[in-house]
């Protein structure tokens, strides 16, 4: 096990882009597999009512509990507070500079190679699994994908997933408490405005400047609109061949994603069945001038680096 490099395919970028759905979508091409985002698995799955996309408790799902069983010995083994521990130390965004200074840092090193111990037998035991040929992890964050670029069994493709900020912002202002946790209740959104543009800003300038030039950069708003054409430039980037069928499209724009294993993500990963692409300018209409304006000052420079328009509502997406 582990002689062959697991290809995963690395969504990055802020989160709200749209990242689960693109996911999903790859995961259900031929040879994937979507595992949601991989970052969050040891501070948020192992929380009582914690769901998988399948719709079991995330301790009772049979696809993980296999994993988890061979990489580790069982559920009773995982080192889950090992890793929370570790993660802490090293994979937030306070280390970045650290983590991008070529010198790097040696005790920051010796964390990185503490955590992907730990990872590694992880990333083989879902290949292994599942059979998947790929993995998409839509983890998002830099600092992951720096862990799992530095893991050698691992062949990491990073596809740098882009929304309009207004979108992004309004997504991120708007609380809504999430479906995909029983008992207990979690809220996601409530953001300030001028934090979620900076965050866009901030993240979106990672990536496309410091990190992985090699990215693949990919417009959600182009995923809503020719989703298959999409799909095929990814799995090229991926070194996959040309697509041939992309079974889940049933129409233009219609989807029928069956349910999966992710482990976290948007809560629109336990949603199965039909799904429709449709115009996503809710935040037009929801967010003031004066809001709007606010965004343009502070995304707006990067914001025209992918094509983004602030004179006329442009961003299209499903309303998630
Ligand atoms: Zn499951």
């Given amino acids: 096990m582990g002689h062959q490099r697991m290809k995963v395919i690395y969504i990055a970028g802020c989160g709200r882009s749209?990242?689960?759905?693109?996911?999903?979508?790859?995961?259900?091409?031929?040879?994937?597999?979507?595992?949601?985002?991989?970052?969050?698995?040891?501070?948020?799955?192992?929380?009582?009512?914690?769901?998988?996309s399948c719709g079991d408790a995330f301790?009772?799902?049979?696809?993980?509990?296999?994993?988890?069983?061979?990489?580790?010995?069982?559920?009773?083994?995982?080192?889950?507070?090992?890793?929370?521990?570790?993660?802490?130390?090293?994979?937030?965004?306070?280390?970045?500079?650290?983590?991008?200074?070529?010198?790097?840092?040696?005790?920051?090193?010796?964390?990185?190679?503490?955590?992907?111990?730990?990872?590694?037998?992880?990333?083989?035991?879902?290949?292994?699994?599942?059979?998947?040929?790929?993995?998409?992890?839509?983890?998002?964050?830099?600092?992951?994908?720096?862990?799992l670029a530095s893991m050698r069994n691992i062949d990491l493709r990073v596809v740098h997933l882009v929304r309009h900020p207004c979108g992004v912002v309004?997504?991120?202002?708007?609380?809504?408490?999430r479906?995909?946790?029983?008992?207990?209740?979690?809220?996601?959104?409530?953001?300030t405005l001028w934090k979620a543009a900076a965050y866009w800003?901030?993240?979106?300038?990672v990536f496309m400047h410091q990190i992985f030039s090699g990215?693949?950069?990919?417009?959600?708003?182009?995923?809503?609109?020719?989703?298959?054409?999409m799909l095929a430039r990814i799995m090229e980037f991926a070194g996959f061949p040309a697509l041939t069928e992309v079974p889940f499209i049933t129409g233009g724009r219609e989807l029928l994603l069956p349910h999966d294993h992710s482990a976290s993500g948007n809560p629109m990963r336990v949603a199965g069945g039909r799904l429709v692409l449709r115009g996503d300018d809710e935040w037009n209409s929801a967010l003031a001038r004066d809001q709007k304006e606010m965004i343009r000052k502070i995304c707006g420079g990067t914001a025209a680096r992918f094509r983004y328009s602030f004179d006329a509502p442009s961003a299209k997406g499903v309303q998630a």
């Fill in 18 to 52: 749209g990242s689960t759905l693109l996911g999903r979508m790859l995961g259900q091409l031929d040879g994937g597999l979507y595992v949601g985002e991989m970052r969050k698995l040891w501070t948020w799955c192992f929380e009582p009512g914690w769901l998988c």
């Fill in 215 to 229: 990215a693949l950069v990919i417009r959600y708003e182009d995923v809503v609109e020719a989703p298959r054409d």
């Fill in 201 to 205: 800003t901030v993240w979106n300038r």
């Fill in 170 to 177: 309004w997504s991120m202002m708007k609380k809504r408490r």
């Fill in 179 to 191: 479906e995909d946790v029983q008992g207990g209740t979690i809220y996601m959104g409530g953001s």
């Fill in 59 to 147: 301790r009772d799902c049979s696809f993980w509990e296999k994993v988890f069983g061979l990489a580790y010995g069982g559920w009773d083994v995982v080192p889950h507070q090992r890793a929370v521990l570790i993660q802490q130390k090293i994979d937030r965004a306070r280390y970045l500079p650290f983590l991008l200074s070529k010198s790097g840092n040696r005790l920051l090193k010796t964390r990185i190679h503490s955590l992907t111990e730990i990872l590694q037998p992880l990333y083989d035991a879902i290949k292994t699994v599942s059979g998947a040929e790929f993995i998409v992890d839509a983890s998002k964050d830099p600092t992951y994908a720096m862990i």
